[in-house]
């Protein structure tokens, strides 16, 4: 394969340079246990402890609010059993139509197992209607489950707004923070969850290792169940690489937020901005003013994603695809559907997610290769009877 | 990603027969936008009913374009008749193999056939069969479209016919009635003989092909080289083996009686009770 253009950082990220520095003292010398009674085991305790501070820090929150888990799922799963676990009484959960399949699947298995579950629609932009919520939260809602960002189309959810209504209403509130950490300012200070899941790999951290903040004062009842690790809120021996690791990346994520809003956001405004351009028969999937800086969902009408993608890969174009077809499953995307995306455009639809590694002369490849790639599988297609879809629309 | 064979890749990147046919004497079409595939194959028909041309327009995934690719270069040449014998397992085979939640792509093709031998014989292919045959409302997938993977293909679980048809791949409300339908389609298979003698009788075009060729290689070369002869093989037209004899055998006196005791009588033990042998003189 030709050099690699990565613009699926939505799935996952390079780990930065410097995380790796960081992780290598660990694997290599100060591998101890910090459970042992030995100096040597011990002292790893302080790399832990290190590492909580900086994660607390990138969502202003306390360092003892933070317990280290494998990743975003077990995040996921482990604040809402545990807010269902402590408040037995209530039987109802909130959650959304368009969440990541770690939330939805848990809860479509919860629902099977006799739990109550109301499902938040979103509109043809991707965004949620705050009345709705208002009106799903009951007396019984144990936790309401909301995505801060939309792994898709980068869509935000107004978490501020829907914490203000758990609030009054006495629910949890959990936010799903994977897509947004890195991205956007994220303050549990500002936006009172009581729940947040973040992820190391999207945030150019390693794989294995997210972190699960719980709001002082909100009561949690632990899913891995075995040593006293995490102050028995998580057993298991720690994954000290991981955190280490974990640490360094929000510490970093936190110097390149800047960038991320400025030149990484005007990358992707390029990008975007040149596809539809160029391209007829394109259209922009979500809220064009209210998501992350570094996404960007495009449908191409008449052509199907995964052809697409395997298109762009023999040019080294690295990104993903909404259709049916890249994921084994039938239908194009929970998501695209769920926002009435027609279908001839859901099945084209290819996601675009750059990071502080993405380069001009990169989104320049993009643009220049993109419409040639629509263009051949258009001209394949069987449906372009009217005239002119391979035509630019204008010149780009 | 998905594991594509090298001939996938090159018929998905370099697709043979692109394009429509203008004054096409023969046109199929299967599915739509909604389902994430389609296929509009064209045929070009001589007055010996012999295919002198195909295309394809195809909308779907690499499997999906490199499956039409394939369709068209296996019929071309061929008369409807021997067009017709094509299943979907031959187009397949063709591309080295499908990963299986794709082999939907290669019934797509057989469909598409179907389509415009109908077409071109006038017949209307039904867009869909009556309400009631319609078992998977949310692809459109009919119970006779299911009877007919199920014995084509062998397949033996619904993962299998969702893989091959779609069928149940939607909102999964048909998975207990294409349960249901697939135990009483293999107990019907069961009850027509012997699963040995179904196998064989399944045997695609390709695999007649590699097989016949595996026993000539293996088996009948080996001997008639021994006696200073060789045997060449020339062509497959369905069941008719078309064989040239060389060396020692072109002018042996007993050379009919190899062919038919010998070559014929190896390839139907090995290959396929009713093959015949004949020789071109090439």
Known sequence: MTTVIYMDNNATTRVDPLVVQEMLPVLETWYGNPSSMHGFGGQVEKYIQQAREKVAGLIQAQPREIIFTSGGTESDNAAILSALKSQPEKRHIVTTRVEHPAVLNLVKGLEESGYSVTRLGVDRQGCLDLEEVRRAVRRDTAIVSVMAANNETGVLFPLKEIAAITREKGALLHADAVQIMGKLPFSVQDIPVDFLSLSGHKLHGPKGIGALYVRKGVRFRPMVIGGHQEKGRRGGTENIPGIVGLGKACELAALHLDEENTRVRALRDRLEKGLLASIAHTRLNGDKDNRLPNTTSIAFEFVEGEAILLLMNEFGICASSGSACTSGSLEPSHVLRAMGVPFTYAHGSIRFSLSRYTTEDEVDTVLRETPGIIEKLRILSPFKEDASVCAPRVNA | ?282
């Open chain 2, 1 to 282: 990603m998905w594991d594509y064979t090298d001939k996938v890749k090159e018929h998905f990147l370099h697709p043979k027969n692109a394009g429509a046919i203008e004054n096409a004497d023969a046109v199929g079409e299967v599915g739509s936008l909604a389902c994430g595939d389609a296929l509009k194959l064209y045929l070009k028909v001589d007055e010996n009913e012999r295919i002198v041309e195909a295309s394809f327009e195809t909308f779907g995934c690499a499997s999906a374009i490199a499956s039409s690719s394939a369709l068209t270069e296996l019929i071309k040449g061929k008369t409807l008749e021997e067009a017709k014998t094509l299943s979907n397992k031959d187009i397949a085979d063709f591309l080295g193999g499908l990963p299986r939640q794709k082999m939907h792509c290669s019934v797509m093709g057989r469909e598409a056939l179907d389509a415009a031998i109908n077409n071109y014989r006038g017949i209307e292919t039904p867009k869909q069969e009556l309400e009631g045959d319609v078992l998977c409302h949310c692809f459109g997938v009919t119970e006779e479209k299911i009877r007919q993977a199920i014995m084509e293909n062998d397949l033996t679980t619904v993962e299998d016919i969702t893989s091959y048809t779609k069928a149940g791949g939607g909102c999964g409300e048909c998975l207990d009635d294409i349960a249901e339908l697939l135990e009483k389609v293999r107990a019907e298979m069961k009850q027509n003989g012997p699963a040995e003698e179904k196998k064989r009788a399944s045997l695609s075009n390709v695999q007649r092909m590699q097989r016949v060729m595996k026993v000539l290689e293996d088996e009948i070369r080996p001997s008639l080289k021994q006696d200073g002869g060789d045997i060449k093989l020339v062509d497959i037209e369905g069941k008719k083996v078309l064989v040239a004899l060389r060396g020692a055998c072109v002018n042996c006196p007993a050379s009919s009686a190899t062919l038919k005791g010998f070559v014929e009588t190896k390839l139907r033990e090995l290959v396929e009770p009713d093959i015949l042998v004949e020789e071109v003189r090439s």
